[in-house]
């Protein structure tokens, strides 16, 4: 019986990636599996409402104020123009040096993202960015693999963003996590530095020194508003702030030093407005995770099953399965079985199920693939989907612009989550 279970198991399962590389509605799937996974391994009805339906979800909450925070604070960023004045200086000390411009950008995007967070931030900044790399002369497919690479660079240290792995294998955003999403940032902004290189020295057409479009004046913050974007991150990592109040003094700093505090009215508006569309833009993000986090407790439920039945198959070496996922990297694109937030949700609970790896080690084997394959390159990706639209390109054409490069970046990162962070 246990065997006939463990099969049913492992067939849904693959329904489930099938769905998902399909491009199905990820809420609904997880909900349908999570279901279907307890109707299979007979979870008594009781549990499956109190435990799977319920407490899941209620125990989500502190992640889910981490996730509007990180927004709140993301479009404050955007709306108070601190993202568009720190852009627009970048382009006025490089001149009219197309290389040099591309480059400034590629870093100054990658800091901002380190903390600002949701696709209307990465929407809103894009319409800045892009225009000025298209004006100087870069083929629209490369200046779009740029900024997209720049925006999932900061994602290593961005706290909202980690924190979203915390249903899957607990917090993990500490000290130690720290050091590491610094190197794995350097590694990734080192690559994107090679890969505009290439194109500019060696398959670019001829450029010109053109003037690139800077944004308009209107909105320009002083000059020390520019910390701005850092704030949150710094008092997390240098003073031991948790997520939220980091976040509440970045959101307040924001409004006070662009001037948006000289009246109680224009400080109502601003904070009104960018809350709303902070949560907006994070809305059906927070939906998928609440089925994510049903889906882990149906999970929780049949990982006797499927340890049973697949404990002696997964490979017992940590360090084999690094390598199983460096080589196996693009299976992170289409919301496949490498990517987290989407099939892959059902590799972690089937790894968890065995019981070989511990939480930290996994953390790590599956937080890279969303950064460096799917947030660089994969057309299933919110702002990745309008960065196409946005710039009329293709998807096969954004993907085979980009995908070798992710898939090192990929690699490299994932060998050094292994020594870093693994736990073991």
Not at 180 to 209: P, Q
């Amino acid at each position: 019986m246990e065997t006939l279970q463990g099969i049913l198991l492992l067939l849904t399962f693959v329904g489930l990636v099938v769905y998902c590389f399909k491009g199905g509605n990820l809420l609904f799937g997880f909900l349908t599996i999570s279901v279907l996974w307890c109707i299979i391994g007979m979870v008594p009805i009781k549990e499956v409402v109190e435990d799977v339906f319920q407490k899941s979800v209620e125990n989500y909450g502190a992640t889910i104020a981490v996730i509007v925070f990180g927004s709140w604070f993301g479009k404050v960023i955007v709306d108070t123009g601190i993202a568009s004045s720190i852009i627009k200086k970048t382009v006025e000390l490089a001149g009219n040096k197309a290389l040099l411009t591309t480059i400034l950008i590629t870093l100054v995007c990658t800091l901002i993202f380190t903390s600002a967070f949701g696709v209307g931030s990465v929407m809103a900044i894009g319409m800045i960015v892009l225009p000025i790399l298209f004006s100087m002369g870069l083929e629209k497919r490369i200046a779009l693999a740029v900024y997209m690479m720049s925006v999932a660079a900061g994602m290593y240290l961005n706290i909202a963003y980690v924190s979203q792995f915390d249903v899957f294998f607990g917090a993990n955003y500490g000290p130690s996590y720290v050091k590491f999403a610094i190197i794995a940032t350097l590694v990734h902004v080192a690559v994107i530095l090679c890969f505009i290189l290439f194109h500019f020295l060696f398959k670019g057409k001829k450029r010109f020194a053109w003037a690139a479009k800077v944004p308009s004046s209107q909105n320009q913050v002083p000059g020390y508003a520019f910390i701005v974007p850092f704030i949150p991150i710094l008092l997390v990592a240098l003073l031991g702030w948790g997520p939220i109040p980091s976040f509440t003094v970045g959101i307040f700093a924001g409004i006070l030093l662009t001037g948006n505090m000289k009246s109680y009215k224009r400080l109502i508006d601003v904070m009104q407005k960018t809350l709303h569309d902070g949560v907006s833009d994070s809305g059906l993000l927070i939906g998928m995770l609440y089925g994510v986090n049903i889906f882990q407790a149906a999970a929780n439920k049949i990982a006797p099953l499927l340890g049973g039945l697949i404990g002696n198959i997964i490979p017992s070496s940590p360090f084999v399965l690094v390598i199983a996922f460096a080589i196996l990297a693009p299976l992170g694109l289409f919301r496949g079985p490498l990517m987290i937030f989407g099939s892959g949700a059902a590799v972690v609970a089937i790894l968890q199920a065995v019981g070989t790896f511990p939480n930290t080690f996994l953390f790590g084997l599956f937080l890279i693939p969303p950064v460096a394959i799917v947030a660089n390159t994969c057309p299933t990706q919110s702002w990745g989907m309008w960065g196409l639209s946005y710039a009329k390109i293709e998807p096969k054409t954004y993907i085979k612009t980009g995908i070798v490069w992710s898939w090192i970046i990929c690699a490299i990162n994932l060998f050094i989550a292994y020594f870093m962070i693994s736990g073991l």
